[in-house]
C-alpha cells in the first residue's frame, strides 16, 4: 500500500492512501474480505481460504469486559475466523458479534503500521501533527531521552503513564518501570469504568471487584439500569443463557430507556434518572414489612412477629422472661440467657441475625419512612408496579439477581446508590447463593516480579511522592479496600495537568487508551494533552488522543498479534487463558512485553541499565531458567510465569490441569473448580464477617479519612457533596439526585447508553459499526441518533431525521434525532460511541477536524462520586435540544 511507504503522512495521505481500492469498490466484496483486501494480507482474485488447511488458536478476547476465551482460525498467516474456545465451561463456542469485529480492527486499512513522530509543535482539535515515518531505535531513543531529562533534572514524578484495555502484564511498563524511573503516576482507567459499582459490594459483603450471576439457576433478574445482554460484563454468557433464563425466571428493568433486555423483561420501570436509590430503597421497605426477606441467611425476630411496621422504630433488644426463651425457635434458653441469672427478665436481640449485620439499625434510621408511596413520588413510578416487583423478587429469593454496573452508581452520589442496591442482595439471601450473585471464582495466577530491588534512591522518594490524580485528599477519598486515596481518579489527571497541582506532567505515555475521547469533560482532556511537552502513546489508530503526541507507536491487537494472560470469571467458574501472536500486520510490537524491553534497552544505551537489568534478571523461562533477550521472549516467559500454577506438574492448584507448557498452549486455558456455594457465609470479610447493613468498614474507612486530614466525617460528607450526617453516612440511604443545568435552561435529562457494538471504544473505524447501528433500538443506520419520546417531539417540532443540536453545561454537540416510545418523556438517549473526530474514515466527515454525529462526553460535566473516584455518567445531567 502506497501510504505504508509514505515519509510524511498528513490528515489527507493517511486516509487517502491506505487503501488504493482503484476500480475495486467495498461492495464488491462482503466488509471483512474488502479489509483484508486492502491491507494487502488477501489478494482480491482469490480471497476464499481452503476449508481444512488452517489451525484453531486460542487466544482472548477483550472486547468487552467479558473476556471470553476465544479460538481463532489462521491459514497462510491471516486469521479468517474466530469462535468461542471449546474449552470454556462459560460460553462454549458460541460467542457475540464483538468477536468478529475484532478482524476489523486488525486489518483495519486506517490503523497505525509503524512509529511515526510529530513534526508540527502545534497540538489541538484541526491541527495537522505533520506525522512522519521513523525507526523504532529512534522512536525510543527519544522516548529515554526525556524519560533520562528528568531524572538528571530530580523531577522524575513529571512522569506519567495512563491505562486503558489491559493483559495481565500491564504492570511491567505502567507501573513497575514507572517505579524505577522515579515516578508515583501509573494511572489506570478504572474510575471511569464502574469503581462505584465495587463500592457497595465490597462496604457491605467485603469484596472489591465485579461480581457474576447465576443465571442459570435463577428465578427473578432485577436490572438497575444495565443492559446485561447488549453490554455488560457478561453479555456473551447472558446472551447465551438469557433466553434460556426466561423459561423459568421473571425480569424486571429499571431504566428510562427501553433498552434491548427491557424488551426481552416482565418489566419495564421507567424510572426518572438518578433517582434508582429511592426504588431500591422501596423493594426494600415492602420486603421487610412484608415478611418478603430471606429467613435462612438474615434471621427474624426471636419471636417469628414481624415488627417492621411503617413509620415505626424496632427496639434493638426487647425483655424477656426466661421460660419464653426456651420456646424461641433455634435457639435455647441457655443459649440466650447465658451468663444471666437462670429466671426473670433477660434482654435478647429483638431480631436475631444470622448472617447480616445492623438489619434493625438500617430500618431504625432509614427504611421505614421509604413507602412504595414515597418512592412514586420521586421516581415517577406506580407504587402497584413497585409493590408487584418486591413481591415477586421475595417469592424468587434466594435465586435473584441484582445488576447495577454500569448503571445506578455512575452518579456524583453512587457509592450510596451502590450500597442501596447490594442491600437487596443481603435481604434475598441472594449473595453467594445459587440463583443470585457470587464474587468472581479464584484465579491463582503466577505473579509477576516487583521492582522495588532495582530502584535507586532518587526513584525510592519521588514513587512516594503524591500522585496526580489527587487521591486521598479530603475531596477526593477514593476508598479502595478501606483506604482513604487507596483507588484512583481517573477523570481528575486533566484538571491537574492544567493547573500543575500537585506538580507539572512533563511526559506522558498512554497505553491502548483514548481519554480525550473517553473521559467526560473530553475536551478539557484535549487541553490538557496539548498542553503536556513530550506524549508517547501505544495505539492501533489515530484516535483523538493519538493525534495530541508527540511520538506514535503502532500497538499489536491484543487478540492476535502478542503475548498475554488475561483472567476472568462467569457461570460459576474462574478462566484463565492465553492470547498468543499468531499474524503481525505492519511493523507493530506487542504493547505489554515488546515495548518495555524496547525502552529498557534505549535507557541501557543511555547508561541508566536498571529497567534493563530488572527485566533479564526477573523474567526467567520458568521451565530453563534462561534470561529473555529480546521483548517477545519477554513475553512468553511472562505468560509461562504467570500461568504455570496450571500446568506445572507440582502443582497443587485444583480446577482443571494439563502436563506441560506445551500442552497447556494448545489448550489456551484453565478453568476453575465450580463456585463453592455459600462458603463465605459468615465470613465475608467486613468487620463482623457477615453481610452488614450498618456498615462498620465504612464507618472505620471515613474516619480514618477524617483523622488524616484533621476533620470530621460530617466534614467529609460535605466536602465531597454527599447529605448524610450522622450514622446515615455507615447505611444504605436515599441522597437526592445533583442536577448539572437549570431545570429552566436545560429542561431534558441525558441518558448515555452503551451500543452493542462496541468494543470498549474500538471497533468504530468500519463500515460494519455506522451500517448497523440500528440493531440497537431507536438507533439509525450511518448516523448518530439522539432518541427522544414523540411527545417531545410533537412539542419540539422535531421528526425523525432531523439535524439537531444538543446543548448542556459542558458543550454542545449535532447529530440526528430518532422519534422513539422507548425513551422516557423529557429524557435524551444516546449511545456512545460516535462523534470521532479522528480514528479513520468511517468515523469522521473531515479526519481529524469534523466527526460524524457527537461525543456524548462533551456534554457529560465533569465531576466525580468522591467516595469511590468513579467519573460521573449518569444521573442528572441537563440538556436542551435546538433544531439546526
Not at 530530580?154 to 507501573?175: D, H, I, K, Q, W
Not at 547508561?607 to 513475553?635: C, H, I, M, W
Request: net charge negative.
Amino acid at each position: 500500500m502506497q501510504w505504508f511507504h509514505d515519509t510524511k503522512i498528513s490528515r489527507r495521505t493517511f486516509l487517502a492512501g491506505t487503501g488504493a481500492l482503484g476500480a475495486l469498490t467495498a461492495f464488491q466484496l462482503n466488509p471483512l474480505m474488502q479489509a483484508l483486501v486492502n491491507a494487502g494480507v488477501v489478494h482480491a482474485a482469490n480471497p476464499i481460504p481452503i476449508p481444512g488447511s488452517g489451525e484453531w488458536v486460542p487466544t482472548v478476547c477483550q472486547g468487552c469486559t467479558t473476556w471470553c476465551m476465544k479460538e481463532a482460525y489462521v491459514q497462510d498467516g491471516r486469521v479468517f475466523h474466530v469462535r468461542g474456545n471449546q474449552h470454556s465451561k462459560i460460553t462454549g463456542k458460541s460467542g457475540c458479534v464483538r468477536q468478529s469485529m475484532a478482524l476489523t480492527e486488525l486489518y483495519d486499512p486506517d490503523r497505525v503500521r509503524y512509529p511515526m513522530k510529530r513534526t508540527n509543535p502545534r497540538k489541538g482539535r484541526g491541527e495537522d501533527p505533520g506525522f512522519v515515518r521513523i525507526t523504532w531505535e529512534e522512536a525510543m531513543d527519544t522516548f529515554a531521552e526525556k524519560l533520562l531529562d528528568l531524572r538528571e533534572r530530580g523531577v522524575p514524578e513529571r512522569y506519567m503513564t495512563t491505562r486503558g484495555r489491559y493483559g495481565g502484564f500491564n504492570g511491567v511498563m505502567l507501573s513497575e518501570i514507572t517505579k524505577i524511573i522515579g515516578s508515583p503516576n501509573n494511572i489506570s482507567h478504572s474510575a471511569i469504568c464502574a469503581e462505584a459499582d465495587k463500592f457497595g459490594p465490597y462496604y457491605m459483603e467485603g469484596f472489591w471487584g465485579y461480581r457474576q450471576y447465576d443465571i442459570t439457576a435463577s428465578r427473578y433478574q432485577l436490572t438497575f439500569g444495565t443492559d446485561p445482554i447488549a453490554a455488560n460484563r457478561q453479555v456473551s454468557f447472558a446472551t447465551r443463557e438469557w433466553g434460556n433464563m426466561l423459561d423459568q425466571a421473571k425480569v424486571a428493568v429499571a431504566d428510562p430507556r427501553f433498552s434491548s433486555s427491557a424488551q426481552k423483561a416482565d418489566e419495564w420501570l421507567p424510572l426518572k434518572p438518578g433517582t434508582d436509590s429511592a426504588l431500591a430503597l422501596a423493594l426494600a421497605h415492602v420486603i421487610l414489612t412484608e415478611g418478603l426477606w430471606y429467613k435462612p441467611f438474615v434471621g427474624d425476630f426471636f419471636d417469628g412477629q414481624n415488627r417492621f411496621v411503617p413509620g415505626q422504630t424496632v427496639e434493638l433488644e426487647t425483655m424477656v422472661d426466661t421460660p419464653a426463651n426456651a420456646a424461641m425457635e433455634g435457639e435455647s434458653a441457655e443459649a440466650l440467657t447465658a451468663g444471666t441469672e437462670a429466671s426473670g427478665p433477660t434482654a435478647v436481640p429483638t431480631f436475631n441475625e444470622l448472617y447480616t449485620h445492623g438489619l434493625v439499625q438500617w430500618w431504625n434510621l432509614e427504611l421505614k419512612d421509604r413507602t412504595p408511596e414515597w418512592a412514586a413520588e420521586i421516581t415517577d413510578l406506580p407504587v402497584e408496579q413497585i409493590v408487584r416487583v418486591a413481591r415477586d423478587l421475595g417469592a424468587a429469593a434466594p435465586n435473584v439477581g441484582v445488576w447495577m454496573s454500569r448503571g445506578m452508581h455512575m452518579t456524583p452520589r453512587g457509592s450510596y446508590a451502590s450500597m442501596c442496591g447490594h442491600a437487596l442482595v443481603g435481604l434475598l439471601g441472594a449473595a453467594d447463593n445459587e440463583g443470585g450473585s457470587m464474587r468472581f471464582s479464584s484465579r491463582p495466577v503466577g505473579k509477576l516480579a516487583k521492582s522495588s530491588d532495582y530502584m535507586d534512591e532518587l526513584a525510592k522518594v519521588h514513587s512516594k511522592m503524591e500522585k496526580i490524580d489527587r487521591r486521598g485528599r479530603l475531596e477526593h477519598p477514593a476508598l479502595k479496600k478501606g483506604k482513604s486515596g487507596g483507588g484512583v481518579v481517573t477523570g481528575q489527571i486533566a484538571e491537574s495537568i492544567l493547573e500543575e497541582d500537585p506538580y507539572p506532567i512533563e511526559v506522558v505515555y498512554a497505553s491502548w487508551n483514548n481519554f480525550a475521547y473517553s473521559n467526560t469533560g473530553a475536551k478539557q482532556f484535549e487541553e490538557a494533552f496539548a498542553k503536556v511537552p513530550f506524549m508517547v502513546i501505544s495505539t492501533l489508530n489515530l484516535a483523538e488522543t493519538t493525534m495530541l503526541a508527540d511520538i506514535v507507536l503502532p500497538s499489536a491487537h491484543s487478540m492476535f498479534e502478542r503475548w498475554n494472560v488475561v483472567a476472568n470469571s462467569g457461570n460459576g467458574y474462574g478462566v484463565v487463558g492465553i492470547q498468543q501472536p499468531m499474524v503481525k500486520v505492519g511493523d507493530i510490537r506487542q504493547d505489554e512485553s515488546e515495548i518495555p524491553w524496547l525502552l529498557a534497552e534505549a535507557l541501557d544505551r543511555k547508561g541508566f541499565s536498571a529497567p534493563l537489568e530488572y527485566l533479564r534478571n526477573e523474567f526467567k523461562d520458568p521451565e530453563t531458567g534462561v534470561q529473555p533477550t529480546n521483548g517477545d521472549e519477554l513475553g512468553l516467559y511472562m505468560a509461562k510465569i504467570m500461568t504455570k500454577p496450571f500446568w506445572d506438574p507440582e502443582s497443587t492448584v485444583g480446577g482443571s490441569k494439563v502436563g506441560s507448557w506445551d500442552e497447556f498452549r494448545k489448550v489456551g486455558m484453565w478453568t476453575s473448580d465450580r463456585y463453592p456455594f455459600r462458603s463465605r457465609w459468615g465470613k465475608f470479610g467486613t468487620k463482623t464477617g457477615n453481610f452488614e447493613f450498618y456498615s462498620e468498614g465504612l464507618k472505620e474507612a471515613l474516619g480514618k479519612h477524617a483523622e488524616k486530614h484533621n476533620v470530621g466525617i460530617d466534614r467529609v460528607l460535605e466536602v465531597c457533596n454527599y447529605e448524610a450526617r450522622g450514622e446515615l453516612a455507615f447505611i444504605p440511604h436515599y441522597e437526592n439526585p445533583v442536577r448539572k443545568g437549570s431545570e429552566s435552561e436545560y429542561p431534558m435529562l441525558f441518558i448515555d447508553a452503551k451500543h452493542k457494538l462496541n468494543r470498549e471504544g474500538r471497533g468504530c473505524n468500519h463500515y460494519w459499526y455506522a451500517g448497523e447501528r440500528d440493531v440497537e433500538p431507536g438507533d439509525l443506520k450511518f448516523e448518530d441518533a439522539a432518541k427522544i419520546n414523540p411527545v417531545d417531539a410533537e412539542r419540539l417540532g422535531l421528526k425523525t431525521g432531523d439535524a439537531i443540536r444538543l446543548v448542556s453545561p459542558a458543550g454542545s454537540i449535532t447529530c440526528k434525532a430518532s422519534v422513539w416510545e422507548g425513551v422516557r418523556p423529557g429524557c435524551v438517549v444516546k449511545s456512545f460511541g460516535m462523534g470521532h473526530w479522528a480514528y479513520g474514515r468511517h468515523t469522521s466527515v473531515e479526519f481529524g477536524k469534523t466527526a460524524i454525529g457527537g461525543n456524548n462526553n462533551e456534554l457529560i460535566p465533569l465531576d466525580f462520586d468522591r467516595l469511590s473516584g468513579s467519573s460521573v455518567f449518569a444521573g442528572q445531567n441537563g440538556v436542551r435540544i435546538e433544531k439546526v
